[in-house]
């Protein structure tokens, strides 16, 4: 579907929807379909679906059979999509649409054999992870439904439909260790504004403006990484919350400003502070770093999302036991 154009009518109606959907919250599907769709409309995806390195045949091509799709008449979008495969065969995008279509239609194996052909030619397209994770969910292979579900993840951190799936395979996720929440405070990496909105800091005021203030004020870090810039931000923060301390509120929830920082002092007190910094606190201007680090060390993000969203073992009866 062709997005609005940001600040036109049709873009502020689709806004509001989204944004209702979002403040309801709940650990659902609407949920993160809504937090993805309005980073969409936003022009905020750290990693776009994009076709325009392939002729302009291949995008008419697959941009039909997306509409058919749309419309539900997969029989008839199959064609379009072997086209575009054909006329763009190195794009990861279309080779994971038309592995979905296979999905849909109950051929898990096609969908299966489709959807690692699409990681081989980009093995960090997180939709072909998460479909990939469902498939393999439906053929009864539980850890590599687990497995791929962590990858979706690990792609892109910013992909709540991602979380959202490795909630579903992790089994009865209600407690991940994850926080969702729209970041209180921040520093633009682009022009190094302070942002702030004073409505959602809570009692974790200060600790927001200690690490938005220390990122203002971080000596250039050698290698010019916006990660570091972060690092010193964060551990500064940290540091204020242990000077300070703080029992959980009672009834505070994924979403409070203070859930973060629990989060990351257990990751700094586990050797992961690096890692949980892209995946908790992951935004646009961490995205080249992202991209050189999530290759460098992918054994690593792979273990930190693990140790935060773990697989549990089955019951004597099949079913996952309730924590």
């Known amino acids: 579907m062709p997005q609005p154009r940001i600040g036109s009518d049709d873009y502020y109606a689709r806004r ?82 038309y592995a979905d279509v296979h999905y849909r239609k109950g051929d898990f194996e096609k969908a299966r054999e489709g959807f690692h052909a699409a990681l081989a030619l980009d093995p960090w397209n997180r939709a072909a992870h998460r479909y990939l994770s469902d498939t393999e969910d439906r053929l009864g292979n539980r850890h590599a439904a687990y497995e791929e579900a962590v990858l979706a993840v690990v792609s892109d951190p910013t992909y709540e439909l991602g979380w959202y799936t490795l909630r579903l395979r992790m089994g009865g996720g209600d407690d991940m260790d994850r926080s969702h929440f729209f970041r209180p405070a921040d520093v633009n990496g682009a022009d190094s504004s302070l942002m702030m909105d004073p409505t959602a ?40 919350c242990k000077a300070t301390v703080r029992a959980d509120a009672p009834g505070e929830n994924r979403s409070s400003p203070g859930s973060v920082w629990r989060r990351l002092q257990r990751a700094e007190d586990a050797g992961f502070l690096e890692e949980a910094v892209f995946v908790h606190l992951m935004s646009p201007w961490l995205r080249d770093d992202y991209v050189a680090f999530r290759a460098a060390r992918r054994a690593r993000l792979i273990e930190y999302v693990q140790r935060i969203a773990p697989l549990r073992p089955l019951s004597a009866t099949g079913r996952v036991p309730r924590a």
């Open 16 to 97: 509001k929807t989204l944004l209702e959907v979002i403040r309801r919250g709940g650990q659902t599907a609407d949920f993160a379909l809504a937090v993805d769709s309005l980073a969409l409309l936003d022009g905020r995806w750290l990693f776009p679906d994009d076709v325009s390195s392939c002729s302009r045949e291949a995008r008419a091509s697959f941009h039909e059979g997306e509409d058919l799709f749309a419309q539900g008449r997969f029989d008839d979008a199959i064609p379009h999509y072997e086209a575009a495969s054909a006329l763009c065969p190195g794009n990861a995008v279309i080779r994971t649409a």
């Open 201 to 240: 800091l809570g009692d974790y005021g200060d600790v927001w403006m200690t690490y938005a203030l220390a990122k203002l004020s971080a000596p250039p870090p050698h290698d010019s990484s916006m990660h570091a810039r972060e690092l010193y931000g964060v551990r500064a923060a940290l540091s204020q």
